[in-house]
């Protein structure tokens, strides 16, 4: 009897632990803050900047949410996080022994990742803008003192992190997080990782290879290849799981754009020829599968599927769920798409 009861108590600790780390990721790490109710909303957001958010000349990593209600820069050691709606300005915080290394906004929510180096240890934490709590999450690996964070992407629906870390030798490697707080080194067939990206609703991983280029995906072994196509490159992944390839051209430029999901052959998937060769820097895909080209010289992003232009003021910056955002003499300005 008593061995049958230390086995119970042992099961029952198991799975208070196991829960209480479901509930903490799910309500504060990759939970939403939306609440859902029936009302009926018009939606008015994110047309024109409601306020003046001034960007100095010297910020880094400047990035907005995927609203562009929020945008983030950091500037002499500190990450300022500002409200584009009221201009309210919050400052995330580190101790004098950590470093901040990368952060990333979530793709579906305003929330950000943050990484950062407490001497050799590689920590990630997590910003809730609207709470302007910062929280840790746990510690990835030990790291050198060389190593950079490069990037970060999260899947809500699996509830996975990757996390590419260079070590400045085109040695690059990929840390996987689950809900649990699990973690392992992803095993790649490279070690000079370029783009990397995440299946929305599944756990898998697509990245760029770019001693050869080629794209492979975790769990599948050999490249992503197309007929007729010699180097590729990744360029996103959207929301219904279609990932967009890139054929590249002796030049360097995409000529064309496979698309189509892991679980296609990829003889399957559907190809964009581009009228003229565009360069990976003015391509970019939105979550919606939208591909747009960017004309840096004339201010102008054109949708490849209809040809419609959107014109923008200044210097472009990134995509949003609804339009570009941009820097314009220090300001930062939304511009919906047409």
């Known amino acids: 009897?008593?061995?049958?009861?230390?086995?119970?108590?042992?099961?029952?600790?198991?799975?208070?632990?196991?829960?209480?780390?479901?509930?903490?990721?799910?309500?504060?790490?990759?939970?939403?803050?939306?609440?859902?109710?029936?009302?009926?909303?018009?939606?008015?957001s994110n047309r024109t900047s409601i306020f003046q958010v001034n960007v100095p000349n010297n910020a880094k990593a400047i990035n907005v949410s995927f609203d562009a209600n929020y945008i983030a820069?950091?500037?002499?050691?500190?990450?300022?996080?500002?409200?584009?709606?009221?201009g309210k300005s919050d400052n995330v915080s580190f101790s004098n022994r950590d470093k901040?290394?990368?952060?990333?906004?979530?793709?579906?929510r305003n929330r950000m990742l943050i990484a950062e180096k407490k001497n050799s240890n590689l920590l990630l934490s997590y910003y809730d803008v609207n709470k302007s709590q910062k929280s840790n999450i746990t510690e990835v690996a030990m790291v050198s003192?060389?190593?950079?964070?490069?990037?970060?992407?999260?899947?809500?629906?699996?509830?996975?992190?990757?996390?590419k870390v260079s070590n400045g030798d085109k040695t690059d490697a990929i840390y996987w997080i689950n809900i649990m707080k699990s973690?392992?080194?992803?095993?790649?067939?490279?070690?000079?990782?370029?783009?990397?990206?995440?299946?929305?609703?599944?756990?898998?991983?697509v990245y760029e290879d770019l001693t050869n280029n080629k794209v492979y995906a975790t769990g599948i072994n050999n490249a992503l290849s197309f007929i007729g196509s010699t180097k590729s490159c990744l360029l996103e992944i959207d929301n219904n799981d279609q990932v967009y390839i890139g054929d590249v051209d002796s030049n360097n430029n995409i000529d064309k754009i496979y698309f189509g999901t892991l679980k296609e052959n990829t003889s399957s998937w559907q190809t964009l020829q581009l009228n003229t060769p565009?360069?990976?820097?003015?391509?970019f895909v939105t979550a919606r599968g939208k591909v747009y080209i960017n004309d840096?010289?004339?201010?102008?992003?054109?949708?490849?599927?209809?040809?419609?232009?959107?014109?923008?003021?200044?210097?472009?910056?990134?995509?949003?769920?609804?339009?570009?955002?941009?820097?314009?003499?220090?300001?930062?300005?939304?511009?919906?798409?047409?």
């Open 278 to 283: 565009v360069s990976k820097a003015n391509l």
């Open 73 to 86: 820069y950091y500037l002499n050691s500190v990450l300022y996080v500002v409200n584009t709606k009221t």
């Open 1 to 44: 009897m008593k061995v049958l009861k230390k086995i119970v108590i042992c099961i029952m600790v198991s799975l208070i632990i196991q829960f209480g780390g479901l509930f903490y990721m799910n309500n504060y790490f990759l939970a939403s803050n939306t609440a859902i109710k029936s009302k009926k909303v018009v939606d008015s």
């Open 100 to 108: 901040l290394c990368f952060y990333k906004w979530l793709p579906d």
């Open 145 to 163: 003192s060389a190593a950079e964070v490069k990037d970060i992407e999260a899947a809500p629906l699996p509830n996975v992190i990757y996390i």
């Open 183 to 205: 973690k392992k080194k992803i095993n790649t067939k490279t070690y000079n990782i370029g783009n990397i990206e995440v299946v929305p609703h599944e756990d898998k991983m």
């Open 296 to 338: 840096n010289r004339k201010g102008t992003v054109a949708e490849f599927q209809t040809g419609k232009k959107t014109a923008y003021k200044g210097i472009f910056l990134q995509s949003y769920s609804d339009g570009i955002a941009s820097i314009s003499d220090g300001i930062l300005v939304k511009t919906p798409f047409n």
